[in-house]
């Protein structure tokens, strides 16, 4: 009995532990499960990443979506009243978002882990919409943000989120194409444009050389490329970049070249002939139009005509001058004596002027009209009463 009693007493014993122990767990686990639902947020940490960290998205627009969606500021918060799973889809609904993590560390910090979308080519529609796309064939809008260089495909024949099968091939060649010009910094810098076609292919349009590179569809993208790169390296270095008008890569192993032959020569001349025939009728309609403005003057309006006939209009001056040839001549003084004899009127014309015939001259008309005033009114004076007449000076004269 004795050994039966120890044995039940051990058992009872262990059992007794087992639940304490067991007790105490749960106490301490609802202790800290209190504590932590009463501990607050202390601070929020945002970390966002990307392929090429072009941040179409900043911690500020993230802020803004985790306090809408909380309906007030999150530090100083209760963890318990933050909803994580909540903010994390409303996050998510963002298209420049990829993935969102959102958790508490030991510190009570709210770590934000965002993901966000990387565009790998920029799209413009044939009604001139234009959007991003990335890798996982997703449509971004234009940013405000930031505005990155990527690939150009222009051209693209619908605006409809819902595509057909055929535009759906068509996304996934455009996505093969993008990431190889966006690996290559050679083609990076080259290409320039794609347009696409309406039959879903693809020309290239590069930035050196005067020519289209009709490349087809995506596929073996790379092989089509590297046989442009030889191309390029081993003809079009040797006779210029502008000696083919296309460049043909869509045939497996082939690179075709077309000339520019006589028939677009022609087409040039012709369009440069239709350009100058333009340009001569232009020339002439505003020719006929200034002849008509100077024929529609009012007939009362006559300055250009009255301007002629004063420069036709014959000089009454000029005529007195022909008149008075032999007067009109350069003179030199004469001394006069102090007790002049009596004034008669041979001594006056002898003392007057003495002519010098070598001058043919043609002086000034205005002072020679007052020089004759001032003789007439001379010989009036003299007519009147004999003065002693005094030494008159000649005129300048052009010598």
Known sequence: ???????????????????IIGSG?????????????????????????????NFFIDKKDVISILEKTNEGKLEKMPVHAIDLAMMESELQKSKWIKKAELFFDNNNVLQVRI????????IFTTSGMSFYLDSSLTRLPLSDKFSPRLPVFT?????????SKQDSNLIK?????????????????????????????????????????????AENCEEKFNNLLCFYKQVLTKIGWSHYSAIDVQYKGQVVGVRRGANEIKMDSLR???????????????????????????ADDNNINTSREIESAPDENLKVNTSNNKERVAVAPIHVPEKPTSGSKSATKKNA???????VEKPNPAPLKSNIAKKQGNQKDAGKSKKVPKAVMPPKTDY
């Open 1 to 19: 009995m004795s050994i039966n009693s120890k044995y039940k007493l051990k058992k009872i014993l262990a059992a007794m532990i087992w639940i």
């Open 25 to 53: 767990t749960v106490v301490l686990l609802v202790a800290a499960i209190e504590r932590r639902n009463n501990e607050r947020c202390s601070r929020i940490e945002i970390e966002i990443t990307g392929v090429q960290n």
């Open 155 to 163: 051209d693209f024949p619908t605006d409809v989120i819902v595509l």
């Open 272 to 298: 440069s002939i239709q350009i100058m025939k333009a340009l001569i009728e232009e020339a002439q309609k505003h020719t006929n139009d200034s002849t008509n403005i100077q024929l529609d003057q009012p």
């Open 353 to 359: 002027l003495t002519i010098h015939s070598s001058s």
């Open 115 to 122: 993901t966000e979308r990387e565009p790998i080519a920029r």
């Open 173 to 217: 060649d455009i996505k093969t194409l993008s990431q190889f010009i966006n690996t290559n910094s050679f083609w990076m810098a080259q290409i320039d444009q794609v347009d696409i076609l309406p039959n879903r292919s693809f020309e290239l349009i590069p930035k050196l050389g005067n020519q289209v590179i009709r490349f087809g569809d």
